[in-house]
């Protein structure tokens, strides 16, 4: 049977420090979280919290977040550990529950699908090492979005990223755009967004965080596709982030978003990881 302490618990603060990495977000957001435990070893952490946070639901939507620890446990604890977490959030009124895995973790992903979790995204994490000059865009100018700007590129990203098969920034765009003004500060605090114009029409969106190194969203008018924007894009989104002194930069995309994969791969760009995102979700009445 496993072990559950609460965050504040005396008897957990021995676990705080070996699992730091995965409570920044709680601790920082003050949020509360419950350590799970197998013979005093941590198997998992269940944060719980309400939107806007993960921007996955309306405002004031209460979920729970997952992190798995270790990956070498049995199948056994693992499926252990996946329904009780599903028990402990569903208790604390979640209705959405969430868990990133690494596709290779195969009995952590099947023991969260058998406890009727879903695959919301499927992704490839790629990485490229920035050691060589990126061109200028051939045609293409770059205004960085100002704050009083971001529902305008909000919209426009919702616009620009459509068909794309990325369920989860749809979603995170989605839930954005009604977000209070607050809230829309703080996102845009976190990256840089631009908008790619060509004689004044604007034909592309970008964000990227300088911090983390990574170009988290490149998105092309559909009417605009096919015609090496994408590229464009991208070599610009590069080209600052080397400038401002990182030395790789990383992406995710869809594993099933073949016109990007193959414009990455056309960059340098090489898969370093393949993950999955899994999501429970309650049910309508």
Wanted: glycine share 4%.
């Amino acid at each position: 049977m496993l072990k559950t302490y609460s965050h504040n618990d005396a008897d957990a603060k021995s676990l705080l420090p070996e699992i730091s990495k995965y409570t920044e977000m709680a601790q920082t957001m003050k949020l509360p979280f419950w350590i799970f435990t197998e013979e005093s070893n941590p198997i998992g952490i269940v944060t719980t919290g309400k939107e806007p946070i993960q921007l996955l639901a309306p405002i004031g939507t209460p979920f729970a977040l997952v992190d798995l620890i270790r990956k070498d446990w049995s199948r056994n604890v693992l499926k252990d550990f996946a329904s009780q977490a599903l028990k402990f959030a569903l208790e604390r009124k979640a209705e959405y529950i969430t868990i990133e895995l690494a596709s290779k973790e195969e009995d952590a992903v099947d023991s969260f699908l058998d406890a009727d979790f879903k695959v919301l995204a499927d992704t490839f994490t790629m990485t490229l090492k920035l050691d060589r000059k990126f061109d200028s865009p051939e045609s293409l100018r770059f205004a960085m979005a100002q704050k009083r700007e971001m529902l305008k590129w909000i919209e426009l990203a919702c616009k620009f990223l459509s068909g794309s098969a990325d369920v989860v920034m749809e979603r995170i765009l989605g839930h954005l755009s009604n977000m209070p003004e607050n809230i829309l500060e703080m996102y845009y605090s976190l990256e840089r967004f631009y908008f790619a114009n060509e004689n004044d029409h604007e034909i592309g969106i970008l964000n990227f965080s300088s911090e983390a190194g990574r170009i988290s969203n490149v998105g092309v008018h559909p009417a605009r596709r096919g015609q090496g924007y994408g590229r464009q894009i991208m070599l610009f989104g590069l080209r600052q982030l080397k400038d401002a002194g990182c030395k790789q930069a990383k992406l995710r995309v869809h594993i099933d978003n073949k016109p990007a994969l193959k414009l990455y791969e056309s960059l340098g760009f090489e898969v370093a990881e393949r993950r999955k995102f899994l999501i429970w979700e309650k049910r309508e009445a």
